[in-house]
Protein backbone atom coordinates (compact mmCIF):
# COMPACT_ATOMS: atom_id res chain seq x y z
CA UNK A 1 0.00 0.00 0.00
CA UNK A 2 1.32 3.86 -0.96
CA UNK A 3 0.75 6.91 -1.51
CA UNK A 4 2.88 8.97 -3.53
CA UNK A 5 2.47 13.02 -3.46
CA UNK A 6 4.22 15.57 -5.81
CA UNK A 7 4.03 19.04 -4.81
CA UNK A 8 5.75 22.10 -7.75
CA UNK A 9 6.30 25.68 -7.47
CA UNK A 10 7.55 28.35 -4.99
CA UNK A 11 7.51 27.41 -1.77
CA UNK A 12 7.77 23.53 -2.10
CA UNK A 13 10.51 23.09 0.37
CA UNK A 14 8.18 23.61 2.69
CA UNK A 15 6.39 20.48 2.82
CA UNK A 16 8.88 19.20 4.76
CA UNK A 17 8.32 20.98 7.22
CA UNK A 18 4.86 20.94 6.92
CA UNK A 19 4.52 17.08 7.36
CA UNK A 20 7.79 17.27 10.02
CA UNK A 21 10.13 14.94 8.09
CA UNK A 22 13.53 15.63 7.51
CA UNK A 23 14.67 14.68 3.69
CA UNK A 24 18.14 13.68 4.69
CA UNK A 25 16.27 10.53 6.94
CA UNK A 26 14.99 7.84 6.44
CA UNK A 27 11.32 7.51 7.80
CA UNK A 28 10.53 4.35 9.82
CA UNK A 29 8.22 3.04 12.29
CA UNK A 30 6.66 -0.53 13.02
CA UNK A 31 3.69 -1.39 14.85
CA UNK A 32 1.34 -4.30 15.09
CA UNK A 33 1.51 -6.21 11.86
CA UNK A 34 2.89 -3.19 9.66
CA UNK A 35 5.96 -1.35 8.80
CA UNK A 36 5.64 2.52 7.63
CA UNK A 37 8.64 3.73 5.97
CA UNK A 38 8.31 7.60 4.16
CA UNK A 39 11.31 8.69 1.76
CA UNK A 40 11.52 12.09 -0.38
CA UNK A 41 12.63 10.87 -4.07
CA UNK A 42 12.68 14.38 -5.20
CA UNK A 43 13.43 17.31 -3.39
CA UNK A 44 14.21 20.55 -5.09
CA UNK A 45 13.29 23.98 -5.24
CA UNK A 46 10.78 22.66 -7.69
CA UNK A 47 9.59 19.87 -7.08
CA UNK A 48 9.44 18.10 -3.89
CA UNK A 49 7.51 14.10 -3.76
CA UNK A 50 7.46 12.15 -0.86
CA UNK A 51 6.48 8.77 -0.91
CA UNK A 52 4.99 6.81 2.23
CA UNK A 53 4.78 3.07 2.24
CA UNK A 54 2.79 0.08 4.14
CA UNK A 55 3.97 -3.25 4.30
CA UNK A 56 1.50 -5.17 5.68
CA UNK A 57 2.56 -8.94 7.60
CA UNK A 58 -0.72 -10.89 7.76
CA UNK A 59 0.30 -13.17 10.18
CA UNK A 60 1.45 -10.93 12.22
CA UNK A 61 -1.61 -8.53 12.54
CA UNK A 62 -4.04 -11.47 13.24
CA UNK A 63 -1.84 -12.91 16.61
CA UNK A 64 -3.11 -12.84 19.54
CA UNK A 65 -6.65 -12.55 17.60
CA UNK A 66 -10.01 -13.74 18.59
CA UNK A 67 -10.37 -14.55 14.94
CA UNK A 68 -6.71 -15.93 14.79
CA UNK A 69 -8.29 -19.60 13.97
CA UNK A 70 -9.81 -18.14 10.20
CA UNK A 71 -7.53 -19.22 7.37
CA UNK A 72 -9.25 -15.98 5.24
CA UNK A 73 -6.45 -13.21 6.33
CA UNK A 74 -3.90 -15.96 4.24
CA UNK A 75 -5.91 -15.31 1.10
CA UNK A 76 -7.85 -12.04 1.47
CA UNK A 77 -6.77 -8.89 -0.10
CA UNK A 78 -7.74 -6.39 2.04
CA UNK A 79 -4.80 -5.97 4.44
CA UNK A 80 -2.91 -5.57 0.72
CA UNK A 81 -5.52 -2.80 -0.08
CA UNK A 82 -5.59 0.99 0.53
CA UNK A 83 -8.00 0.90 2.86
CA UNK A 84 -8.80 1.68 6.65
CA UNK A 85 -5.84 -0.21 7.93
CA UNK A 86 -3.44 2.30 5.56
CA UNK A 87 -5.09 5.68 6.80
CA UNK A 88 -4.33 4.59 10.52
CA UNK A 89 -0.77 4.17 9.15
CA UNK A 90 -0.23 7.21 7.58
CA UNK A 91 -2.45 9.27 9.54
CA UNK A 92 0.10 8.63 12.41
CA UNK A 93 3.18 9.79 9.90
CA UNK A 94 1.61 12.72 8.67
CA UNK A 95 -0.52 13.78 11.99
CA UNK A 96 1.72 17.10 11.44
CA UNK A 97 0.18 18.07 8.13
CA UNK A 98 -3.14 16.89 8.18
CA UNK A 99 -4.06 18.39 11.39
CA UNK A 100 -2.37 21.74 10.36
CA UNK A 101 0.06 22.40 13.15
CA UNK A 102 4.05 22.23 11.80
CA UNK A 103 6.19 24.46 13.37
CA UNK A 104 5.50 28.06 14.05
CA UNK A 105 7.26 30.14 11.49
CA UNK A 106 5.73 27.32 8.91
CA UNK A 107 2.09 28.01 9.80
CA UNK A 108 1.98 30.66 7.15
CA UNK A 109 1.94 27.45 4.65
CA UNK A 110 -0.41 25.46 5.99
CA UNK A 111 -3.57 27.48 4.30
CA UNK A 112 -1.08 27.74 0.76
CA UNK A 113 -2.55 25.94 -2.43
CA UNK A 114 0.01 23.58 -4.15
CA UNK A 115 0.26 22.34 -7.61
CA UNK A 116 -0.10 18.46 -6.42
CA UNK A 117 -0.28 15.31 -7.85
CA UNK A 118 -1.38 12.72 -5.64
CA UNK A 119 -0.67 8.78 -6.33
CA UNK A 120 -2.54 5.87 -3.95
CA UNK A 121 -2.93 2.38 -4.11
CA UNK A 122 -3.80 0.07 -4.89
CA UNK A 123 -7.70 -0.15 -4.47
CA UNK A 124 -10.03 -2.82 -4.30
CA UNK A 125 -13.39 -1.33 -5.09
CA UNK A 126 -17.18 -2.08 -5.73
CA UNK A 127 -17.08 1.53 -7.14
CA UNK A 128 -17.15 2.35 -10.99
CA UNK A 129 -14.54 4.36 -12.55
CA UNK A 130 -17.52 6.90 -12.88
CA UNK A 131 -18.28 6.69 -8.91
CA UNK A 132 -14.58 7.25 -7.73
CA UNK A 133 -14.42 10.19 -10.35
CA UNK A 134 -18.11 11.73 -8.72
CA UNK A 135 -16.20 10.93 -5.13
CA UNK A 136 -12.94 13.62 -6.20
CA UNK A 137 -14.54 15.89 -8.69
CA UNK A 138 -16.26 18.21 -6.79
CA UNK A 139 -13.03 18.97 -4.46
CA UNK A 140 -11.86 20.45 -8.32
CA UNK A 141 -9.40 17.07 -8.80
CA UNK A 142 -8.79 15.77 -12.40
CA UNK A 143 -8.84 11.88 -11.69
CA UNK A 144 -6.79 8.95 -13.59
CA UNK A 145 -7.10 5.35 -13.23
CA UNK A 146 -4.33 2.76 -13.64
CA UNK A 147 -4.79 -1.33 -13.74
CA UNK A 148 -1.89 -2.76 -12.18
CA UNK A 149 0.14 -5.45 -14.09
CA UNK A 150 -0.35 -9.13 -12.90
CA UNK A 151 1.46 -11.96 -14.02
CA UNK A 152 -1.65 -14.39 -13.56
CA UNK A 153 -3.07 -11.91 -16.30
CA UNK A 154 -2.14 -9.11 -18.39
CA UNK A 155 -4.78 -6.21 -16.44
CA UNK A 156 -5.19 -6.75 -12.87
CA UNK A 157 -8.50 -5.65 -11.58
CA UNK A 158 -6.64 -3.46 -8.87
CA UNK A 159 -6.30 0.21 -9.90
CA UNK A 160 -4.48 3.05 -8.52
CA UNK A 161 -5.90 6.71 -8.55
CA UNK A 162 -3.84 9.63 -9.44
CA UNK A 163 -5.45 13.48 -8.56
CA UNK A 164 -3.98 16.12 -9.96
CA UNK A 165 -5.23 19.50 -8.88
CA UNK A 166 -4.06 22.56 -6.59
CA UNK A 167 -4.76 22.17 -3.04
CA UNK A 168 -3.61 22.83 0.27
CA UNK A 169 -1.45 19.67 1.84
CA UNK A 170 -3.77 19.86 4.65
CA UNK A 171 -6.85 19.42 2.39
CA UNK A 172 -5.46 16.63 0.52
CA UNK A 173 -4.73 14.67 3.21
CA UNK A 174 -8.12 15.41 4.86
CA UNK A 175 -9.77 14.28 1.72
CA UNK A 176 -8.45 10.77 1.22
CA UNK A 177 -8.46 9.94 4.90
CA UNK A 178 -11.92 9.86 4.46
CA UNK A 179 -12.42 8.81 1.20
CA UNK A 180 -9.92 5.79 0.74
CA UNK A 181 -11.91 3.43 3.51
CA UNK A 182 -15.10 4.82 1.46
CA UNK A 183 -13.46 3.62 -1.70
CA UNK A 184 -12.37 0.08 0.06
CA UNK A 185 -15.93 0.04 2.10
CA UNK A 186 -14.05 -2.03 5.04
CA UNK A 187 -13.30 -1.05 8.65
CA UNK A 188 -10.51 -3.24 10.28
CA UNK A 189 -11.84 -1.80 13.57
CA UNK A 190 -15.11 -1.05 15.58
CA UNK A 191 -17.77 2.12 14.55
CA UNK A 192 -18.21 4.12 17.64
CA UNK A 193 -18.61 8.02 18.37
CA UNK A 194 -14.64 8.64 17.80
CA UNK A 195 -15.21 7.78 13.96
CA UNK A 196 -17.74 10.61 14.30
CA UNK A 197 -15.17 12.99 15.52
CA UNK A 198 -12.79 11.85 12.91
CA UNK A 199 -15.41 12.54 10.00
CA UNK A 200 -16.48 15.76 11.22
CA UNK A 201 -12.83 16.92 11.66
CA UNK A 202 -11.64 16.02 8.08
CA UNK A 203 -14.83 16.24 6.82
CA UNK A 204 -14.86 19.98 7.54
CA UNK A 205 -15.00 22.45 4.77
CA UNK A 206 -15.53 19.81 1.74
CA UNK A 207 -18.10 17.63 3.16
CA UNK A 208 -20.51 20.12 3.95
CA UNK A 209 -21.45 20.67 0.49
CA UNK A 210 -20.13 17.46 -1.55
CA UNK A 211 -23.00 15.48 -3.75
CA UNK A 212 -22.02 12.38 -2.93
CA UNK A 213 -22.52 13.26 1.32
CA UNK A 214 -24.56 10.69 1.63
CA UNK A 215 -22.83 7.98 0.28
CA UNK A 216 -19.62 8.97 1.88
CA UNK A 217 -21.74 8.95 5.56
CA UNK A 218 -22.77 6.02 4.90
CA UNK A 219 -19.94 4.18 3.55
CA UNK A 220 -17.62 5.71 6.33
CA UNK A 221 -20.38 5.08 9.35
CA UNK A 222 -22.27 2.23 7.94
CA UNK A 223 -24.55 2.45 10.99
CA UNK A 224 -27.81 4.56 10.76
CA UNK A 225 -28.18 5.54 14.64
CA UNK A 226 -24.30 6.90 13.89
CA UNK A 227 -24.81 8.55 10.28
CA UNK A 228 -27.48 10.37 12.57
CA UNK A 229 -25.27 11.94 14.73
CA UNK A 230 -23.08 13.28 12.06
CA UNK A 231 -23.11 17.21 11.96
CA UNK A 232 -23.20 16.61 8.27
CA UNK A 233 -26.21 14.04 8.35
CA UNK A 234 -29.54 15.70 6.57
CA UNK A 235 -32.75 13.37 7.18
CA UNK A 236 -34.31 13.30 3.46
CA UNK A 237 -37.59 14.27 2.40
CA UNK A 238 -39.70 12.68 1.10
CA UNK A 239 -40.78 13.12 -2.62
CA UNK A 240 -43.92 11.37 -3.53
CA UNK A 241 -42.89 9.82 -6.40
CA UNK A 242 -45.33 8.40 -9.61
CA UNK A 243 -45.74 4.34 -9.66
CA UNK A 244 -43.59 2.99 -11.49
CA UNK A 245 -43.39 -0.87 -12.25
CA UNK A 246 -40.29 -2.64 -10.66
CA UNK A 247 -37.56 -3.29 -13.11
CA UNK A 248 -37.27 -7.09 -14.34
CA UNK A 249 -33.98 -8.71 -13.84
CA UNK A 250 -32.44 -9.21 -16.80
CA UNK A 251 -31.93 -13.23 -15.97
CA UNK A 252 -35.74 -12.99 -15.60
CA UNK A 253 -36.14 -11.26 -19.00
CA UNK A 254 -33.90 -14.35 -20.63
CA UNK A 255 -36.62 -17.02 -18.85
CA UNK A 256 -39.53 -15.34 -19.80
CA UNK A 257 -37.99 -15.13 -23.80
CA UNK A 258 -36.92 -18.82 -23.38
CA UNK A 259 -40.53 -19.63 -22.20
CA UNK A 260 -42.31 -17.10 -24.29
CA UNK A 261 -40.34 -19.23 -27.41
CA UNK A 262 -41.43 -22.81 -26.20
CA UNK A 263 -44.80 -21.91 -25.04
CA UNK A 264 -45.35 -21.57 -29.07
CA UNK A 265 -43.80 -24.72 -30.16
CA UNK A 266 -45.75 -27.86 -31.14
CA UNK A 267 -43.66 -29.96 -30.41
CA UNK A 268 -42.16 -29.45 -26.61
CA UNK A 269 -43.01 -32.31 -24.40
CA UNK A 270 -39.27 -33.62 -23.78
CA UNK A 271 -36.62 -30.71 -22.88
CA UNK A 272 -33.41 -31.09 -21.69
CA UNK A 273 -32.26 -27.54 -19.18
CA UNK A 274 -28.38 -27.79 -19.88
CA UNK A 275 -26.22 -26.58 -17.15
CA UNK A 276 -29.06 -25.57 -15.22
CA UNK A 277 -27.46 -24.34 -11.99
CA UNK A 278 -30.10 -24.25 -8.70
CA UNK A 279 -32.86 -25.03 -11.40
CA UNK A 280 -34.57 -21.53 -11.53
CA UNK A 281 -35.70 -22.00 -15.58
CA UNK A 282 -36.52 -26.06 -14.92
CA UNK A 283 -38.78 -25.29 -12.60
CA UNK A 284 -40.44 -22.35 -14.57
CA UNK A 285 -40.42 -25.01 -17.62
CA UNK A 286 -42.14 -27.53 -15.49
CA UNK A 287 -45.28 -25.54 -15.61
CA UNK A 288 -45.52 -25.34 -19.38
CA UNK A 289 -48.45 -26.61 -20.71
CA UNK A 290 -47.59 -29.93 -22.71
CA UNK A 291 -44.18 -30.38 -21.51
CA UNK A 292 -44.30 -34.17 -20.12
CA UNK A 293 -40.46 -34.53 -18.82
CA UNK A 294 -37.72 -32.04 -17.94
CA UNK A 295 -34.05 -33.57 -17.83
CA UNK A 296 -32.15 -30.71 -15.24
CA UNK A 297 -28.84 -31.07 -16.31
CA UNK A 298 -25.41 -29.81 -14.03
CA UNK A 299 -22.47 -30.90 -13.46
CA UNK A 300 -21.77 -29.00 -10.05
CA UNK A 301 -23.66 -31.30 -6.72
CA UNK A 302 -23.88 -28.28 -4.89
CA UNK A 303 -25.66 -26.59 -7.20
CA UNK A 304 -28.22 -29.77 -8.01
CA UNK A 305 -28.88 -29.92 -4.45
CA UNK A 306 -30.45 -26.04 -4.30
CA UNK A 307 -32.18 -27.52 -7.40
CA UNK A 308 -33.93 -30.33 -5.88
CA UNK A 309 -34.99 -27.98 -3.09
CA UNK A 310 -36.88 -26.06 -5.64
CA UNK A 311 -38.15 -28.72 -7.28
CA UNK A 312 -39.81 -30.19 -4.29
CA UNK A 313 -41.68 -26.94 -3.22
CA UNK A 314 -43.02 -26.87 -6.64
CA UNK A 315 -44.24 -30.05 -6.68
CA UNK A 316 -47.28 -29.39 -4.67
CA UNK A 317 -48.53 -26.57 -7.71
CA UNK A 318 -51.09 -27.79 -9.55
CA UNK A 319 -50.00 -28.51 -13.37
CA UNK A 320 -46.32 -28.94 -12.12
CA UNK A 321 -44.12 -31.33 -13.91
CA UNK A 322 -40.97 -32.02 -11.30
CA UNK A 323 -37.64 -31.76 -13.37
CA UNK A 324 -35.54 -35.03 -12.94
CA UNK A 325 -32.35 -33.73 -11.97
CA UNK A 326 -29.01 -35.01 -13.49
CA UNK A 327 -25.32 -34.72 -13.28
CA UNK A 328 -23.73 -33.95 -16.17
CA UNK A 329 -21.14 -32.16 -18.41
CA UNK A 330 -21.73 -31.05 -22.09
CA UNK A 331 -18.01 -32.80 -22.45
CA UNK A 332 -19.47 -36.37 -22.01
CA UNK A 333 -22.31 -38.36 -24.17
CA UNK A 334 -25.50 -39.37 -22.61
CA UNK A 335 -27.60 -40.82 -24.41
CA UNK A 336 -30.63 -40.22 -22.15
CA UNK A 337 -30.60 -37.01 -23.61
CA UNK A 338 -30.60 -37.80 -27.74
CA UNK A 339 -33.65 -36.66 -29.38
CA UNK A 340 -35.53 -34.57 -27.35
CA UNK A 341 -37.64 -31.30 -28.43
CA UNK A 342 -35.95 -28.82 -26.80
CA UNK A 343 -32.68 -28.66 -24.97
CA UNK A 344 -31.63 -24.98 -23.80
CA UNK A 345 -28.48 -24.06 -23.29
CA UNK A 346 -29.05 -20.55 -21.48
CA UNK A 347 -26.00 -18.25 -20.34
CA UNK A 348 -23.55 -21.32 -20.34
CA UNK A 349 -21.14 -21.66 -23.74
CA UNK A 350 -19.34 -18.50 -22.52
CA UNK A 351 -17.90 -20.56 -19.31
CA UNK A 352 -16.56 -23.10 -21.83
CA UNK A 353 -13.20 -22.43 -23.59
CA UNK A 354 -13.67 -21.39 -26.90
CA UNK A 355 -11.43 -23.93 -28.55
CA UNK A 356 -13.55 -26.55 -26.88
CA UNK A 357 -16.98 -25.42 -28.21
CA UNK A 358 -16.61 -27.04 -31.73
CA UNK A 359 -16.40 -30.52 -29.64
CA UNK A 360 -19.89 -29.51 -27.98
CA UNK A 361 -21.96 -28.39 -30.99
CA UNK A 362 -21.06 -31.56 -32.85
CA UNK A 363 -22.19 -33.68 -29.50
CA UNK A 364 -25.39 -31.78 -29.26
CA UNK A 365 -26.30 -31.82 -33.39
CA UNK A 366 -24.57 -34.62 -34.23
CA UNK A 367 -25.32 -37.05 -31.11
CA UNK A 368 -28.36 -35.47 -28.98
CA UNK A 369 -30.26 -34.33 -32.94
CA UNK A 370 -32.61 -31.71 -30.67
CA UNK A 371 -35.42 -30.67 -32.66
CA UNK A 372 -34.69 -27.21 -31.36
CA UNK A 373 -31.77 -25.81 -29.31
CA UNK A 374 -31.77 -22.73 -27.80
CA UNK A 375 -28.82 -20.90 -26.77
CA UNK A 376 -28.38 -17.29 -24.85
CA UNK A 377 -25.15 -15.92 -24.52
CA UNK A 378 -24.01 -12.21 -23.34
CA UNK A 379 -23.63 -9.55 -26.28
CA UNK A 380 -19.79 -8.36 -25.54
CA UNK A 381 -21.16 -4.76 -27.38
CA UNK A 382 -23.48 -4.00 -24.79
CA UNK A 383 -21.04 -3.85 -21.94
CA UNK A 384 -20.38 -0.23 -22.32
CA UNK A 385 -23.45 0.65 -21.52
CA UNK A 386 -23.11 -0.87 -18.41
CA UNK A 387 -19.74 1.29 -17.55
CA UNK A 388 -18.56 -2.08 -16.94
CA UNK A 389 -14.37 -2.00 -15.59
CA UNK A 390 -13.56 -5.27 -16.10
CA UNK A 391 -13.56 -7.11 -19.72
CA UNK A 392 -16.29 -9.39 -19.12
CA UNK A 393 -19.53 -9.94 -17.39
CA UNK A 394 -18.19 -12.37 -14.80
CA UNK A 395 -15.05 -13.81 -13.90
CA UNK A 396 -15.90 -17.39 -15.30
CA UNK A 397 -16.79 -16.01 -18.74
CA UNK A 398 -14.27 -17.40 -21.11
CA UNK A 399 -15.53 -15.31 -24.00
CA UNK A 400 -17.96 -12.60 -24.55
CA UNK A 401 -19.26 -12.04 -28.20
CA UNK A 402 -20.15 -9.45 -30.41
CA UNK A 403 -23.28 -9.50 -32.82
CA UNK A 404 -21.19 -10.28 -35.87
CA UNK A 405 -19.16 -12.79 -34.25
CA UNK A 406 -22.20 -14.58 -32.67
CA UNK A 407 -23.94 -14.74 -36.14
CA UNK A 408 -20.16 -15.69 -37.66
CA UNK A 409 -19.69 -18.97 -35.52
CA UNK A 410 -23.27 -19.97 -36.21
CA UNK A 411 -22.81 -19.77 -39.94
CA UNK A 412 -19.95 -21.80 -39.40
CA UNK A 413 -22.24 -24.34 -37.44
CA UNK A 414 -25.50 -24.92 -39.90
CA UNK A 415 -23.00 -25.48 -42.99
CA UNK A 416 -22.01 -28.47 -41.16
CA UNK A 417 -25.36 -29.46 -39.54
CA UNK A 418 -29.17 -29.61 -40.86
CA UNK A 419 -30.56 -26.60 -38.52
CA UNK A 420 -32.32 -23.22 -39.71
CA UNK A 421 -31.35 -20.61 -37.39
CA UNK A 422 -33.05 -17.34 -35.71
CA UNK A 423 -31.83 -14.65 -33.81
CA UNK A 424 -33.78 -12.33 -30.61
CA UNK A 425 -32.55 -9.78 -29.09
CA UNK A 426 -33.38 -10.13 -25.09
CA UNK A 427 -33.06 -6.51 -22.40
CA UNK A 428 -33.50 -3.36 -22.73
CA UNK A 429 -32.56 -2.44 -26.25
CA UNK A 430 -29.64 0.24 -26.94
CA UNK A 431 -29.69 1.85 -30.45
CA UNK A 432 -26.43 1.67 -30.99
CA UNK A 433 -24.94 -1.90 -28.93
CA UNK A 434 -27.86 -3.77 -29.19
CA UNK A 435 -29.36 -5.75 -26.50
CA UNK A 436 -27.29 -7.17 -23.43
CA UNK A 437 -28.35 -10.84 -24.11
CA UNK A 438 -28.23 -12.77 -27.61
CA UNK A 439 -30.64 -15.84 -28.40
CA UNK A 440 -30.19 -18.09 -30.88
CA UNK A 441 -32.64 -20.71 -32.17
CA UNK A 442 -31.63 -23.53 -34.03
CA UNK A 443 -34.53 -25.64 -35.71
CA UNK A 444 -33.64 -29.00 -37.07
CA UNK A 445 -34.58 -29.30 -40.99
CA UNK A 446 -34.37 -33.09 -41.09
CA UNK A 447 -37.05 -35.62 -39.93
Request: negative net charge; glycine residues 6%; hydrophobic residues 35%.
Amino acid sequence: MQLSLTVRGPGVESVSYLIAKNPNNLYERGEKGLTVRLVYPTFSSEEVQFLIYVKTDPIDLVKNSPDSFDITHYINDREFAASSIFVSSIRKALGTALNGKPAEEYTSWVEHSFEMELTFGPIATDLSNRELEALFAPMGYTIKMEYGESFIREKSSARFITLLGKQTLQNALKHISILIPVIDNYKHYFIDERELEKLDRYGEGWLEEHPQKALILKRSLRFQKVISQSRFYEKETKIEKKHEPPKIRLNDLRYEAIIKYIEALSKKATIVDFGAGEGKLSVQLGFIKGVQEILSVEPSNKARLKALERFDYAKEKRGFVEPKSLAGSLFYYDERLSNKDVMVLCEVIEHIDEYRLARVFETIFKDYRPEVLIVTTPNQEYNVVYDMNEEMRHHDHRFEWTRAQLRQKVEALTKIYPYQVSYQGIGEENQQFGHPTQMVIFRREEG
